[in-house]
């Protein structure tokens, strides 16, 4: 894929398309205008050109930053609830204690409290 190539266009208001076009001083390329298809307006430098934002881009956005994000921006291993006080395993499910609602050992959760004096290995808390 080449550089993208979408815009909305700050001069016309559409959505229109980049063009590039090469500036030649002599016979050696000088640069390049940027230009809107539609109204033929030209941007002055490649940080002025409305690009048009792609979804994929904007699950980074500081607005998008949700609570699991931040999670997971942590120590990932030590919030999963295999890894938490609370959680309890028996033959048929697997249990949050503290939120009296069942649970999978990969899930993470706000609550999470680190399991104490429980070495590696050991994990299994009989109730
Ligand atoms: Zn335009």
Redesign the pocket.
Same mark, same amino acid.
């Given at each position: 894929m080449e550089k993208q190539l979408e815009i909305e266009?700050? $001069?016309?208001? #559409?959505d229109?398309l980049l063009l590039r076009e090469a500036v030649y001083e002599g016979f050696a390329k000088a640069g390049e205008k940027l230009k809107? #298809?539609?109204?033929? $307006?030209m941007f002055e430098s490649e940080e002025d050109v409305p690009f048009k934002v792609k979804a994929k881009v904007e699950i980074f956005d500081e607005t998008d930053k949700s609570p699991r994000m931040e999670v997971f921006s942590e120590d990932e291993k030590g919030v999963l609830c295999r890894h938490c006080r609370h959680y309890v395993i028996n033959p048929f499910t697997q249990w949050c204690h503290r939120h009296r609602k069942e649970v999978q050992a990969t899930d993470s959760c706000s609550d999470f409290a680190a399991q104490e004096g429980v070495e590696k290995g050991e994990d299994e808390t009989a109730i």
């Amino acid at each position: 894929m080449e550089k993208q190539l979408e815009i909305e266009c700050t $001069h016309c208001g #559409s959505d229109s398309l980049l063009l590039r076009e090469a500036v030649y001083e002599g016979f050696a390329k000088a640069g390049e205008k940027l230009k809107c #298809s539609s109204c033929g $307006h030209m941007f002055e430098s490649e940080e002025d050109v409305p690009f048009k934002v792609k979804a994929k881009v904007e699950i980074f956005d500081e607005t998008d930053k949700s609570p699991r994000m931040e999670v997971f921006s942590e120590d990932e291993k030590g919030v999963l609830c295999r890894h938490c006080r609370h959680y309890v395993i028996n033959p048929f499910t697997q249990w949050c204690h503290r939120h009296r609602k069942e649970v999978q050992a990969t899930d993470s959760c706000s609550d999470f409290a680190a399991q104490e004096g429980v070495e590696k290995g050991e994990d299994e808390t009989a109730i």
